[in-house]
């Protein structure tokens, strides 16, 4: 069965201050790691699709790379809006996602 | 573009009740998903469909679980009979099947359940 590991489960930041999150993951062939962003009371929010080892993506000031174990999402010189549960998500065969727990990332003034 | 809509976002019922919920999809997508969500977890798959047909179900998805998808658009869970664990956001989501490559998974903001 898939498993996807997600840590620190909480992070507190202050703003500027860059940090790392991590997703380990066990999947019998990795089609697809995605990164989603959730606030309080909302579905997730599609960030970023990673589909093979060395593999990396940007968006403002996150950055997501990807090994054959794990993924990280790197928080550059966060902001407050910043502040919210990152989740991670693999998929390995034609449909399913399998989610980890989040971090949840806060980030003060 | 329109995103996933989903309807009602919250929803209190008591044990026992049945209940009904509505996801529209985005509109180009082939392809519907619904997940349940508990706090502090990510969400949990429950079932998938490709157009109107149903292709796959958790084993989370008891008898008491209904899904639809008339005609290949909006699609409707039912929960007959509901319980204290049914409790939880249950969630919409939507993708377009393209190339056999996995796409993104576009999310609604859920339907939150409460059973008193």
């Known amino acids: 069965e898939d498993q996807v590991t997600q840590s620190p489960e909480a992070l507190r930041l202050q703003e500027g201050e860059s940090s790392s999150l991590n997703c380990s993951y066990t999947?019998?062939?990795?089609?697809?790691l995605f990164w989603y962003r959730q606030d309080p009371g909302k579905g997730p929010e599609f960030l970023f699709t990673?589909?093979?080892a060395g593999e990396e993506k940007e968006k403002e000031r996150l950055k997501a790379t990807l090994t054959k174990k794990e993924s990280f999402l790197h928080i550059t010189a966060p902001k407050p809006e910043d502040s919210a549960t990152y989740l991670c998500?693999?998929?390995?065969?034609?449909?399913?996602?399998?989610f980890g727990a989040g971090t949840t990332v806060t980030v003060r003034a | 573009d329109t995103g996933v809509s989903q309807d009602p976002r919250h929803k209190i019922t008591k044990r026992g009740q049945n209940v009904t919920f509505r996801c529209d999809p985005i509109?180009?997508?082939?392809?519907l998903y619904w997940y349940r969500q508990t706090l502090g977890q990510g969400p949990e798959f429950l079932t998938y469909?490709?157009?109107?047909?149903?292709?796959?179900k958790s084993r989370l998805l008891s008898d008491r679980f209904s899904a639809e998808r008339p005609k290949g658009s909006f699609s409707t869970l039912e929960i007959q009979r509901t319980e204290q664990g049914d409790s939880a956001m249950y969630l919409c989501?939507?993708?377009?099947?393209?190339?056999?490559?996995?796409?993104?998974?576009?999310f609604g903001d859920g339907t939150r359940l409460s059973i008193l």
């Open positions: 989501a939507s993708s377009l099947d393209y190339r056999g490559q996995a796409q993104p998974q576009h």
């Open positions: 998500a693999v998929q390995a065969n034609d449909y399913k996602l399998s």
């Open positions: 999947v019998s062939g990795l089609r697809g």
């Open positions: 469909f490709q157009n109107e047909a149903q292709l796959e």
């Open positions: 509109s180009e997508h082939n392809r």
């Open positions: 990673l589909y093979s």
